[in-house]
């Protein structure tokens, strides 16, 4: 049974038919408030650096109340997906893991409940979002990204051009500064607490931005070249080699659609020269890109100094990932310190400090090996299966879904859950890409 099987469609419908409840349901008032979820997410940072700074440290669940409040409101109507394998055996690890907390690591209460927090609260939000949202919703939702865009880069554009201890640089809280990176600047971070943030978000723009070129008429014209100029502008200004990597793993799966729907590959041809002719033009016109390119060549060059050439250091990224549960498994207890305490926010509120900086070692070090690898075989199973169903829609004729896999699939898999914008963007991104793949698309 795959991740599209477990939503559990309505039976009218014809056997194997990829189509979304929301359909024949209104669901006007939950989409609002996964439209106010979308948005906080994007400007928790805002509010943690610049506006509400001595309310950093509550803002970091600030969408909690609101996820429950969309739970609350689909199981009245009876579309909480209940009946979830995924979500069942998640409960399963988690209580297992909060019950060994208790009993043998004697972890603080806080604590365990932030780890348990993090590592279930928000994900039944996938399985909701690909109930409720139709196909219109998850095209509203690009058109968002693309107008965001700009106004995203400009505020990064400033923390490029700013010095590091500039108001517009802070950290959460309002006090310190973002990481530095080559030639004394920043990594800028955009709305967002941690450049992660910026990140996950232009990764959803080119997505966007790649099916913009491909399918005709799915965005205005207007709105795809803004997005794709405000993302060459971002990538180049932003200080960190990530907002490349991550967004060249959107454009590789552009291989799956080589390999599924060979008469649609002809089609990138524009797309590469469209995004060339808006490089040139930025490069010719724009002095900040120019600039920014200069800083992006010395960060570069640096970096290899010391991990190697972008390939190597891309490739040990994710061996390292990869290898922490064995690493750490070394230098932890056979039950671990008790869940949530591999986290900063969890262990603090326990009265200590952590925080894994491998997400794949944070099972690890909270529940020992031999229950800790549970839940990254559950991150593993969802992902793979969420893969699926995306193929399962490029073989139907519908690709958004796979170019927002890549930008939801390595979060999903592989990002540091206990970090609240990397949390959200798994939850909502995946929830993205699995109403996109099962979705119907009308007729153009």
């Given at each position: 049974?795959?991740?599209?099987?477990?939503?559990?469609?309505?039976?009218?419908?014809?056997?194997?038919?990829?189509?979304?409840?929301?359909?024949?349901?209104?669901?006007?008032?939950?989409?609002?408030?996964?439209?106010?979820?979308?948005?906080?997410?994007?400007?928790?940072?805002?509010?943690?650096?610049?506006?509400?700074?001595?309310?950093?440290?509550?803002?970091?669940?600030?969408?909690?109340?609101?996820?429950?409040?969309?739970?609350?409101?689909?199981?009245?109507?009876?579309?909480?997906?209940?009946?979830?394998?995924?979500?069942?055996?998640?409960?399963?690890?988690?209580?297992?893991?909060?019950?060994?907390?208790?009993?043998?690591?004697?972890?603080?209460?806080?604590?365990?409940?932030?780890?348990?927090?993090?590592?279930?609260?928000?994900?039944?939000?996938?399985?909701?979002?690909?109930?409720?949202?139709?196909?219109?919703?998850?095209?509203?939702?690009?058109?968002?990204?693309?107008?965001?865009?700009?106004?995203?880069?400009?505020?990064?554009?400033?923390?490029?051009?700013?010095?590091?201890?500039?108001?517009?640089?802070?950290?959460?809280?309002?006090?310190?500064?973002?990481?530095?990176?080559?030639?004394?600047?920043?990594?800028?971070?955009?709305?967002?607490?941690?450049?992660?943030?910026?990140?996950?978000?232009?990764?959803?723009?080119?997505?966007?931005?790649?099916?913009?070129?491909?399918?005709?008429?799915?965005?205005?014209?207007?709105?795809?070249?803004?997005?794709?100029?405000?993302?060459?502008?971002?990538?180049?200004t932003a200080g960190s080699r990530s907002v490349i990597a991550e967004c060249l793993q959107v454009i590789g799966c552009i291989a799956f659609l080589a390999y599924y729907r060979p008469s649609e590959f002809g089609k990138i041809a524009t797309s590469v020269l469209a995004f060339s002719t808006l490089a040139l033009l930025l490069y010719s016109q724009i002095d900040l890109f120019k600039e920014g390119l200069d800083f992006l060549s010395l960060r570069f060059e640096e970096a290899a100094n010391v991990e190697g050439n972008?390939?190597?250091?891309?490739?040990?990224?994710?061996?390292?990932?990869?290898?922490?549960?064995?690493?750490?498994?070394?230098?932890?207890?056979?039950?671990?310190?008790?869940?949530?305490?591999?986290?900063?926010?969890?262990?603090?509120?326990?009265?200590?400090?952590?925080?894994?900086?491998?997400?794949?070692?944070?099972?690890?070090?909270?529940?020992?090996?031999?229950?800790?690898?549970?839940?990254?075989?559950?991150?593993?199973?969802?992902?793979?299966?969420?893969?699926?169903?995306?193929?399962?829609?490029?073989?139907?004729?519908?690709?958004?879904?796979?170019?927002?896999?890549?930008?939801?699939?390595?979060?999903?898999?592989?990002?540091?859950?206990?970090?609240?914008?990397?949390?959200?963007?798994?939850?909502?991104?995946?929830?993205?890409?699995?109403?996109?793949?099962?979705?119907?698309?009308?007729?153009?």
């Amino acid at each position: 049974m795959n991740t599209t099987e477990t939503i559990s469609l309505p039976r009218s419908l014809p056997r194997g038919k990829m189509t979304s409840h929301a359909v024949v349901t209104d669901y006007a008032f939950i989409k609002k408030l996964i439209w106010a979820y979308f948005l906080l997410l994007l400007f928790e940072g805002a509010l943690r650096k610049w506006f509400l700074p001595g309310l950093s440290q509550g803002l970091l669940i600030i969408r909690d109340p609101l996820v429950i409040w969309i739970y609350y409101l689909c199981y009245a109507r009876g579309v909480f997906p209940l009946n979830n394998k995924y979500l069942q055996k998640c409960l399963l690890w988690v209580t297992l893991a909060v019950v060994l907390s208790i009993l043998i690591n004697q972890a603080h209460p806080a604590t365990i409940a932030y780890g348990a927090r993090t590592n279930l609260l928000h994900f039944p939000l996938i399985f909701i979002m690909a109930r409720v949202l139709t196909w219109e919703d998850v095209l509203d939702f690009g058109k968002a990204f693309l107008v965001l865009a700009a106004p995203m880069t400009w505020v990064v554009a400033q923390q490029f051009q700013a010095d590091a201890e500039a108001i517009i640089n802070t950290a959460a809280g309002g006090v310190g500064s973002q990481l530095e990176t080559s030639g004394g600047k920043v990594r800028a971070s955009g709305t967002f607490t941690f450049v992660s943030g910026i990140v996950f978000y232009y990764c959803f723009t080119v997505a966007y931005i790649i099916y913009g070129f491909l399918v005709k008429d799915s965005f205005p014209k207007w709105m795809i070249y803004l997005g794709t100029s405000a993302t060459l502008l971002a990538m180049v200004t932003a200080g960190s080699r990530s907002v490349i990597a991550e967004c060249l793993q959107v454009i590789g799966c552009i291989a799956f659609l080589a390999y599924y729907r060979p008469s649609e590959f002809g089609k990138i041809a524009t797309s590469v020269l469209a995004f060339s002719t808006l490089a040139l033009l930025l490069y010719s016109q724009i002095d900040l890109f120019k600039e920014g390119l200069d800083f992006l060549s010395l960060r570069f060059e640096e970096a290899a100094n010391v991990e190697g050439n972008p390939i190597e250091a891309y490739f040990k990224r994710y061996t390292d990932i990869i290898a922490a549960p064995y690493y750490y498994s070394l230098f932890t207890s056979f039950f671990g310190n008790g869940l949530g305490s591999a986290t900063r926010a969890g262990a603090a509120l326990g009265g200590g400090y952590g925080g894994a900086e491998l997400s794949w070692s944070r099972p690890i070090m909270e529940n020992g090996l031999m229950i800790g690898i549970f839940f990254i075989i559950w991150r593993l199973w969802i992902t793979k299966d969420l893969l699926i169903s995306c193929i399962r829609a490029v073989k139907q004729g519908s690709y958004l879904a796979i170019f927002l896999f890549g930008a939801a699939g390595p979060i999903l898999l592989f990002g540091i859950l206990g970090q609240p914008t990397n949390l959200g963007f798994a939850a909502f991104g995946s929830g993205l890409c699995l109403a996109a793949a099962i979705s119907e698309k009308k007729p153009s």
